[in-house]
Each structure stands twice: as structure tokens, then as C-alpha cells.
């Protein structure tokens, strides 16, 4: 039996276009999404269309990845930083706007922003099938998509008002392509202070490196400029479960040993929370 076509994705059509011919119009069949030339993409009966076709990133988040997302983004912790890509992308645009999430994850941060603008729509796209479970019902005005960040983005020119990358690769110059002249790109990354206790405690975990900013900027700066910059910082306590699960909703999970998971006493309970959200207007 062909899967129904989600009103969210629905709405969100006209943004996409065949990530094979590149054809913009991909219209509803039968239980998936084509275009005219004849390329097909099935709709997953979870809500999402899977557009990635070819060799898959390696990189998604599997499924005990996710679920610690889903919990650990649960208690809140991470609510402050939610409250500042939604104050910045709310701040620029219309309530009609259209926001796009790359990397999305489980649709969190996006959720968070759609919440503030009444009449805007959002479409999240990550590598993650399992994450994307979780977008496609985050929101009821979100619509989700598999790609990958570092392939030209199955979206036509300009058709975004604000694009979010939190904690998330980035791939400026499609950024650029896709947003309005007058839209925002915002991103999120950690400074050398976020979760240090953790990094401390589990000297396995992925590094923060000292020129990130410097790197971030080269990149960016050909395609967008800095409007506004806030830092979040804030001390979050944590539960023993809160620990375990901030740390196995991240690459570190990969690096860190289950036995040292496993030794409550490495675990802190209480961690610094410090990251960058800026606003980036397109040059």
C-alpha cells in the first residue's frame, strides 16, 4: 500500500529539486517523489523521502546514537541554546518564512525555531534514517530528507530565508546558493570550554580544536559575513544517565571505551556549557 504523501512535505515541494537530473519540480506517486525525467524516490512510511541515492555517508547517526539524542535533548539541558537560534532566526525573518536544517539530527533545533515563527514551514535534511525518524515528527510543519551535506543540495537557488547548522558540517558555498539575499545562515559550534569537564574526565573524546574560529572563518567568509554573535554559556548538572548520554550522542561515542562508560566514577556531574550561535548575512 503507497505511502501518503505528509502535509509537510507537501508544502515543501517547490524547494526541491531531483538530486539526479536536477530538475526542480519533483511531484507526488504513488507512494514516492518524481520528477520528469522519471528518477524516483520512495517516501519512508516514518514521514521522510530518501534522496540520497549512490554511496552513503558513513557518518549518520546510528540508532542507539539517536536515541541518546532524544533523551538527553529531553531534560533540557541544551534548552538556552535552542531559546538563541530561535531569538536569531526569528529576529530576521518573516512568520512566513522558510527554514532549512542541514544535519539536522532529530529535528530539535528546528522545532525550536518553528515554534517561534506561526506561519513558517522547515525541512530538515540528514545522512541519519533513523535521525530522520525523529524529524519528520518533530514538528508538524517539518517536512525531513536524507542527503548529505557535502553534495550539492537537492534545493533550488534562494529559496531559504534562514539556514541552521548546529553542531553540523557545513558546505558554505551551497549555503550561499540556497539562501535569499536577504536571508540568514546561523551556526552553532562549541568553544574550548564546552564540556571540558567531560573532555577531561575521558581523555578518548573528540578534541576541540583551537583554530576552529579561524578555520570557520576562511570558510565562510567568501559567501557570508557576520551580523551578530551570542555566546551561550551556562553550568548544566547532570545525572549519571545525562552523562552517559552526552556522550554517546556525539562522535566520542566511537572513541570511548564501554568499560570507561561503565566506571560511574569517570562521569561528572556537572558540565560547562559553551558554544557560538552567529547570524551570517550573505554577501
Partial sequence: MPVSLPPALERSLDLLRCPTCRTRHLHPDRGALRCPAG?????????????LTGTRATSGDDAAMVQARERFLSTGTYAPIRKA???????????????LDIGCGTGYYLAGV????????????????????SAARAHERAAA??????????????V???VLDVF???????????????????VVRPTG???????????????????KEQRLHRALDPFVEAAVTEQVEYSATLTGRDAL????????ARHVSRADLNDGGLLPGQVTVSVLVTAYRPR
Avoid at 39 to 48: C, E, Q, V
Avoid at 85 to 99: D, F, K, R, W, Y
Avoid at 174 to 183: D, H, K, N, Q
Fill in 193 to 211: 570550554r564546552h564540556l571540558a569537564e567531560l573532555r577531561g574526565r575521558l581523555p578518548a573524546m573528540v578534541t576541540i580544536d583551537p583554530a
Fill in 168 to 186: 553540523a558540517p557545513r558546505n558554505p558555498a551551497e549555503f550561499r546558493r540556497v539562501l535569499r539575499p536577504t536571508g540568514r545562515l546561523i
Fill in 114 to 133: 518553528l515554534d517561534q515563527l506561526p506561519g513558517a514551514r522547515g525541512l530538515g535534511l540528514d545522512t541519519s534514517v533513523r535521525a530522520l525518524r
Fill in 39 to 51: 528518477h524516483t524516490f520512495d517516501i519512508a512510511r516514518h514521514g521522510y523521502v530518501g534522496l
Fill in 145 to 158: 530528507v536524507t542527503w548529505d551535506v557535502f553534495r550539492p543540495l537537492p534545493l533550488a537557488d534562494g
Fill in 160 to 162: 531559504a530565508d534562514v
Fill in 245 to 252: 548520554d552526552l556522550v554517546a550522542m556525539t562522535p566520542s
Fill in 85 to 99: 537560534v530561535a531569538h536569531l532566526a526569528a529576529g530576521s525573518v518573516s512568520e512566513q518564512a522558510t527554514i
